[in-house]
């Protein structure tokens, strides 16, 4: 048995429960954020649970936290004084490690103290026993959910906890004039695929408008072929990597076998869009990588995977499908050609 807090996109908990009954079998489960986080009690160990999930990755569990320590809480300087002392007592696994605290706060929470303010005290704790802090790419983490009476914490890996972001809530920085918000979709998708986009070399963009994803690309130093009947951003015009077909993808004539990398982020139905990436194999090269998004229109989102995957696996691999912390309602899905 072992205790653990899940986290999903808002609205999409159950289906991260459900995902989790597959791989580990009943579950008990209490909710802590309605529809987003909720703690629950595995039938199977702690290396068991975390086995089983990194066999099969979810789709809707967006972070897993373990349950090693619930304090209750008790609204003052105590509450630091406890988590100081956990801390301390875990010693050994943090001895040299790059270590980083996340905390996250439920709305409703006797736990008076910000992140700055817990991590400023936990991080002398850790100098003082011998680890380091890590603002990036920690080896450690010590996670903290601050729920209405209870604090629970729990340290793993990056890995074991599905993200290096508190909560899996990746956040970036806006930046200056950034043409669309989707952009943070595609950035998304080439951290948690481990994907480097300067390694491919023509693009096909399908659905590109505004141009968030084709920007993206362009920066990565990619040839990039933009399809949309809807107009780009003004500030693409003209770059000389940029093809631009101003029309609907399926009055568009595209090269035999060119294209090594294919994007696509249109709000279709799922099975309309599955066709669509079928209908476009002709102009992928072999081996082909896609990222697409799946819009989940309907009530039943684990149904609609599992039929859009079967569809596509009569051309293509899929690496991985996952909901993205930037994807509102839907999934992404990170695909390989399978060339016949
Ligand atoms: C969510 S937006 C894409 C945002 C884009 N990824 C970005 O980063 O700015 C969806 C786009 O799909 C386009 N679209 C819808 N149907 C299309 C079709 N049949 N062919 C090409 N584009 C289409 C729409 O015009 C719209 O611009």
């Known amino acids: 048995m072992s205790r653990w807090i899940g986290t999903a996109n808002q609205g999409y908990a159950a289906y991260a429960v459900e995902e989790l009954r597959r791989l580990l079998g009943q579950l008990k489960v209490t ?21 089983a999930v990194q066999r099969q990755l979810p789709i809707f569990l967006r972070h897993l936290q373990p349950v090693d320590r619930v304090i209750e809480g008790s609204g003052n300087a105590d509450d ?3 988590l100081s002392r956990v801390v301390r007592n875990a010693q050994l696994s943090f001895v040299d490690k790059q270590v980083s605290i996340h905390l996250r706060k439920a709305k409703v929470t006797v736990y008076p103290y910000s992140a700055a303010d817990t991590k400023a005290v936990l991080d002398a704790v850790l100098e003082e026993i011998g680890a ?4 990036q790419k920690p080896d450690m983490i010590i996670a903290i959910y601050a729920a209405a009476r209870q604090l629970y914490v729990g340290c793993g890996t990056p890995a074991e906890m599905l993200s290096d972001w508190p909560g899996g809530a990746v956040r970036f920085q806006r930046e200056e004039g950034q043409i669309s918000r989707a952009k943070f979709k595609l950035l998304e998708a080439e951290r948690e695929f481990g994907l480097h986009y300067e390694a ?15 920007s993206l690309l362009l920066e990565r130093g990619l040839r990039v072929t933009a399809v949309d009947p ?31 990398l294919l994007v696509c982020d249109m709000s279709w ?21 896609a990222i697409i998004t799946i819009k989940l229109m309907h ?15 009569s051309a293509f691999t899929i690496e991985r499908a996952k909901q993205l912390f930037h994807n509102r309602d839907e999934i992404t899905l990170y695909l390989k050609y399978r060339k016949a």
Not at 33 to 50: C, I, K, Y
Not at 301 to 307: A, W, Y
């Open 132 to 135: 380091e802090t890590a603002r």
């Open 299 to 313: 009530r039943k989102p684990l149904q609609t995977i599992r039929d859009v995957s079967e569809r596509l696996s």
């Open 230 to 260: 809807g107009e780009l951003h003004p500030s693409l015009n003209g770059h000389p990597a940029l093809t631009y077909h101003k029309r609907n993808a399926s009055d568009v004539k595209l090269p035999a076998e060119a294209y090594d």
């Open 269 to 289: 139905s799922p099975m309309q869009m599955s066709r669509l990436v079928l209908d476009l194999q002709q102009s992928l090269a072999r081996e082909a990588t």
């Open 31 to 51: 909710q802590l954020a309605a529809g987003e986080v909720f703690l629950f009690e595995s039938p199977l160990s702690r290396e068991e649970t975390l086995e």
């Open 200 to 214: 491919f070399q023509q693009a096909l963009d399908i659905g590109a408008a505004p141009g968030g994803w084709t």
């Open 80 to 82: 630091l004084e406890e």
